[in-house]
């Protein structure tokens, strides 16, 4: 089965400070997306890669970067963090860009202070 | 537990009946469908997925039915359980494109 994994389920941090959240997956997938999910609306894309050290904006991309080092690994930085950032974080791998099912994690829970 | 779809349209069914969830998708040109279950705390987990050259696709006690006529695409859960208590949400794509999210429907199964 495939296993995506997340750094941390809950995070708290304040309001300036770089945050780094982290995100694993062990099925050899090129491509691994992040995602925001507010309460009402349908999950957001923030970015995605399709190669190690490629990465592409996805829908709402301000305020955030990316790193992808590895295959494996594909990490989410909120250079400063602000409040309109507290949300829960889903990071996912698949096999293709489209067409293909996407494995999500259990997702990290980050409040903003 | 978690705050995901706070606002969410809920859907209430006694266990043991038939549950049908919909959704309306927004591409016409979409080809590819999925419809996930995220319980509270929990990542969302594939159920089924179909693919537009097909009307119906059945699973394990699921059905996913697809009418590009309308842009409809609805999930029937048969002799739905108390584990099924969750929120659902579909998923569009076509080549090319980001896969675009619902927003769910809570389902809530009554004892």
């Known amino acids: 089965d495939v296993k995506v994994t997340q750094s941390s389920r809950y995070l708290v941090k304040r309001t300036g400070e770089k945050v780094f959240l982290e995100c694993v997956q062990d099925?050899?997938?090129?491509?691994m997306f992040w995602y925001r999910q507010d309460p009402g609306l349908g999950l957001r894309l923030i970015y995605f890669s399709y190669d190690v050290k490629m990465k592409e904006k996805g829908d709402i991309p301000e305020g955030y970067s990316v790193s992808r080092e590895k295959k494996e690994r594909f990490s989410l930085i909120l250079e400063s963090a602000s409040t309109n950032q507290t949300s829960m974080y889903l990071c996912?791998?698949?096999?293709?860009?489209?067409?293909?099912?996407?494995?999500f994690g259990p997702g990290t829970r980050l409040t903003v202070l | 537990g978690e705050s995901v779809g706070l606002h969410l349209p809920t859907l209430s069914v006694q266990e043991g009946d038939n549950s049908i969830i919909n959704c309306a998708y927004s591409n016409s040109a979409s080809d590819y469908f999925i419809w996930y279950k995220q319980e509270s705390g929990k990542g969302p987990q594939f159920i089924i997925d179909?693919?537009?050259?097909?009307d119906k696709r059945q699973g394990q006690r699921v059905t996913v039915l697809l009418n590009k006529t309308v842009k409809h695409l609805s999930l029937q859960i048969a002799a739905t359980q108390p584990g099924d208590s969750a929120v659902y949400f579909c998923?569009?794509?076509?080549?090319?494109?980001?896969?675009?999210f619902g927003p769910g429907t809570r389902l809530s199964v009554l004892p």
């Open positions: 179909i693919r537009s050259n097909m």
């Open positions: 099925m050899d997938h090129e491509n």
């Open positions: 996912a791998s698949s096999y293709q860009l489209a067409g293909y099912e996407q494995f």
């Open positions: 998923a569009e794509n076509n080549y090319g494109q980001n896969f675009v």
